[in-house]
């Protein structure tokens, strides 16, 4: 049975591939949607003529409903109009508000998801016309917007904004924790760090073996690769650059060690130390120095899997949970 989010989208199942910058791709997305959940792809930083290209790459994959990610903190007036040149779906905002921008998407067709840290943040984006918060927590991998934890944000924004659809995001990695949001009044999860030990993400070897030997306590909170996204918090796995920027005794930037050092190559170019970088499956270097974006669920992350995969067993769980308590799963 559809819920209010999976009837709005046009998908099966309640789960959300997190638009993971540098960690996504055609493929990717495509694999998560015909699988019954919400493929996306993160594009708030690519070239317009790499938005068009990979919408349509995705497009040729899946007849299902898939979404784009924008970042707020560049203009992205030109790919939002590429995304609905191109009839994407969904759209999604991240960092900020998006203001006008909702009501472009909405002229254009698609349906807009927009991420919260805070029940004020929630409150507004639902009034400029989001069809869909994504309330994030502090647990969650890569950027994080707010300093709530998952369990806190996600009622107090499901009451800020009903009957406005809630999607939960930051430390869900299994079923339980899909029942436990849906609990909260969630409509679905947002998930990021499952989906990177997928065959489809396209990250480097060596970052993938981090995530699935890692525990749920070796995750960094803080502002340590800020190169190129200066004053952003972000969330990642413990490595030699923050050690050796501890044992420095925590230097503002422009006085780290090794600031400015080319540690890794990638497709796009130089690495240096600090940078807000995904490690991707063609870069070459040190890649343990690299930022290895994860979030706090990381200790449920044990094996590697087909993304299809990863949807299924998520919501097979869910359902089994919500059954077992005597509710209806509703998906």
């Not at 497009?59 to 590429?82: C, D, S």
């Not at 849906?182 to 970052?207: C, D, K, N, Q, V």
């Not at 690299?290 to 990863?310: C, D, K, M, T, Y």
Request: proline share 7%; hydrophobic share 45%; charged share 20%.
């Amino acid at each position: 049975m559809p819920n209010a989010f999976t009837t709005l989208v046009g998908m099966e199942i309640p789960i959300v591939q997190a638009p993971m910058g540098g960690a996504t791709s055609p493929q990717f997305a495509a694999a998560v949607s015909n699988a019954g959940g919400l493929g996306m792809l993160a594009l708030g930083w690519s070239p317009p003529e790499a938005v068009r290209a990979e919408i349509r790459a995705t497009k040729a994959l899946t007849k299902r409903p898939f979404g784009v990610n924008l970042v707020l903190t560049y203009p992205q007036e030109e790919r939002l109009a590429i995304c609905l040149e191109e009839g994407v779906p969904v759209v999604s905002f991240f960092w900020g508000q998006a203001g006008s921008l909702t009501a472009a998407a909405h002229r254009g067709g698609a349906k807009v998801l927009h991420t919260a840290g805070g029940a004020e943040q929630a409150r507004i984006s639902a009034a400029d016309g989001a069809d869909a918060i994504v309330a994030q927590g502090w647990e969650a991998g890569g950027h994080v917007y707010g300093t709530v934890a998952t369990m806190a944000l996600v009622p107090a924004v499901v009451d800020q904004v009903a009957p406005v659809p809630v999607l939960a995001a930051g430390g869900i990695a299994d079923g339980r924790g899909l029942a436990a949001v849906m609990a909260l009044g969630a409509a679905g999860a947002w998930i990021g760090t499952r989906f990177l030990a997928s065959i489809e993400a396209p990250i480097h070897p060596r970052y993938r073996d981090r995530i699935l030997t890692a525990k749920e306590t070796d995750t960094e909170y803080g502002t340590v690769f800020d190169v190129g996204w200066p004053d952003a918090p972000h969330r990642s796995l413990r490595n030699k650059t923050i050690e050796a920027w501890e044992a420095a005794g925590r230097p503002p930037a422009g006085g780290r060690p090794h600031e400015g050092v080319v540690v890794a190559k990638s497709p796009y170019g130089d690495v240096v130390a600090y940078q807000s970088h995904t490690p991707g499956s063609g870069d070459e270097g040190d890649i343990d120095a690299l930022a290895l974006w994860s979030g706090q669920g990381v200790s449920l992350v044990r094996r590697v899997q087909p993304a299809a995969e990863i949807v299924r067993e998520i919501s097979d769980e869910a359902r089994a949970i919500l059954a077992r308590l005597g509710n209806d799963p509703s998906f």
